[in-house]
């Protein structure tokens, strides 16, 4: 088991920065690929980073290229997610997943095995 913990959500202005994390405790944290998903009001929920659990291998949607940057510090068993430039659009409840991939660089987080909570995220323009 898993337990995955987000924090560092919260509201900011158009053009501000913000840093989430997310906390994993419970098995080998390194054999995990992680990403981080966010969902807005009345959309789907939907990948916007990911990192293989050596965090040489990374993926971002298009939406969020060049300004979010996903890291991770397997010693702290913990997953980032830096978010610069923020827009309105990013405005969404944004989760952390993980999945059991044991290959250093597959990143793909496409069926997790464990989520966070979720943290909201608000930009005001």
């Known amino acids: 088991q898993v337990q995955l913990v987000e924090s560092g959500g919260g509201l900011v202005q158009a053009g501000g920065s913000l840093r989430l994390s997310c906390a994993a405790s419970g098995r080998t944290f390194s054999s995990y690929a992680m990403g981080w998903f966010r969902q807005a009001p009345g959309k789907e929920r939907d990948v916007v980073a990911a990192?293989?659990?050596?965090?040489?291998?990374?993926y971002y949607a298009d939406s969020v290229k060049g300004r979010f940057t996903i890291s991770r510090d397997n010693a702290k068993n913990t997953v980032y997610l830096q978010m610069n430039s923020l827009k309105a659009e990013d405005t969404a409840i944004y989760y952390c997943?993980?999945?059991?991939?044991?290959?250093?660089?597959?990143?793909?987080?496409?069926?997790?095995?464990?989520w966070g909570q979720g943290t909201q995220v608000t930009v005001s323009s």
């Open positions: 997943a993980a999945q059991f991939r044991p290959l250093a660089y597959t990143y793909d987080v496409d069926s997790p095995n464990y």
């Open positions: 990192i293989s659990w050596s965090g040489r291998n990374t």
